[in-house]
């Protein structure tokens, strides 16, 4: 019978499943601790919280949470991103924080039910942020109608065109690329120390 704090455990993973916009998988091996306090701080900003987790745990709350797929990328040192408020931001934050740091491995995201490779995330990171939209909607309404109607059309059309990939990428059936890491790894395995001193910050 499971011990009573691994259920909790599970219970708290799925909560944040559920209740997050988007959820970014990353692997943190070889980063130091002021490193990962430093990602931390970053997404914090961007509206979302960094946790790193055990992969048997997360596997049953991931199952729980109706997430399909995500059980290939737990492999090796992971902690997720729970983007609470706005995807991109945290796509932005992450992205950044990899080009700082090249040990950095961002290994994938879900996002609307749809898993998103590396690269797809970074297409994310690359539209406008919902402040930024917001701030032009407010501009577009004080202009002229013609000139609305043309700053809507340019900041709709990149997100329109990155999901409208992830929708044909998705019909036509093509498979995501391998997330990486020994999959034969231990479930439990104890993350570095770097990791757990992280944790406990």
């Known amino acids: 019978m499971p011990r009573p704090e691994k259920v909790q455990a599970v219970a708290d993973i799925r909560e944040r499943l559920e209740g997050a916009e988007a959820v970014f998988l990353t692997e943190y091996r070889g980063l130091t601790v002021s490193a990962v306090q430093e990602l931390r701080k970053s997404l914090r900003d961007s509206g979302a919280d960094y946790k790193v987790v055990k992969m048997t745990l997360t596997r049953l709350a991931a199952e729980e949470a ?7 990328y737990l492999a090796g040192p992971t902690a997720l991103a729970f983007a609470q408020d706005d995807p991109v931001a945290t796509a932005k934050a992450l992205k950044e924080f990899g080009k700082a740091h090249d040990v950095f ?15 797809e995330v970074s297409k994310l990171a690359e539209i406008e942020s919902r402040e930024v939209l917001l701030a032009k909607i407010a501009g577009a309404a004080k202009a002229p109608l013609y000139k609305a109607a043309g700053m809507f059309g340019s900041f709709t059309s990149d997100a329109a065109s990155m999901f409208s990939q992830l929708l044909d990428k998705k019909e036509s059936g093509e498979h995501l690329p391998d997330g990486g890491g020994d ?13 757990d001193q992280a944790e406990e910050e």
Request: cysteine-free.
């Open 105 to 119: 491995v961002l290994k994938a995201g879900f996002l609307a039910g749809d898993v998103l490779s590396p690269e």
């Open 66 to 72: 109706g997430f399909e797929g995500m059980d290939e």
């Open 183 to 195: 999959a034969s790894l231990p479930a439990d395995e104890p993350a570095d120390t770097t990791a």
